[in-house]
């Protein structure tokens, strides 16, 4: 005996309330291993944040951002005392006095100044005026030449 259209309509029901629950339970699956890999997810990410609380509880991040600042400051020496090498080179080759070469040039002066003073003062003492032909003969006779 064949089965007529009212026997498989209860049969393609069921199959279609199967396929149906199939499908509902596929998007169940898929949700789940979307939540899953979410909670993995948070959960290596609170396990990293725990590590790192750790560490600065210890203090080991503050030793390493010590030792970090300790290189950029010994680095950035580095750099102006290069800086500065190089800043020197280019005056002297254009034949412009460096800071100390300006200190050396104004002690150098100075010192001249105080033996011209000196010079000056000796003459007074002679009696001679200082820009006469006496004054002049008798201070190249007294001090020794430079």
Do not use: C, Y
């Not at 007529?4 to 789940?32: I, S």
């Not at 979410?38 to 080991?60: P, S, W, Y």
Request: hydrophobic share 35%.
């Amino acid at each position: 005996m064949q089965p007529t259209g009212e026997d498989m309509e209860p049969k393609r029901k069921w199959r279609e309330q199967l396929a149906a629950v199939e499908q509902r339970l596929q998007q169940v699956e898929a949700d789940a291993q979307r939540r899953i890999r979410e909670l993995t997810e948070n959960l290596a990410a609170r396990r990293e944040l725990e590590t790192f609380v750790a560490k600065v509880k210890g203090g080991e991040l503050l030793a390493h951002a010590a030792e970090l600042r300790a290189r950029a400051e010994q680095t950035g020496n580095e750099v102006l005392k290069r800086f500065e090498g190089m800043q020197e080179r280019a005056l002297e080759r254009m034949g412009i006095a460096t800071r100390p070469q300006l200190a050396e040039l104004g002690e150098q002066v100075s010192r001249l100044s105080r033996r011209l003073e000196k010079l000056s003062r000796q003459a007074r003492r002679w009696g001679a005026a200082p820009g006469s032909k006496q004054a002049g003969s008798r201070a190249s006779e007294e001090t020794p030449s430079a």
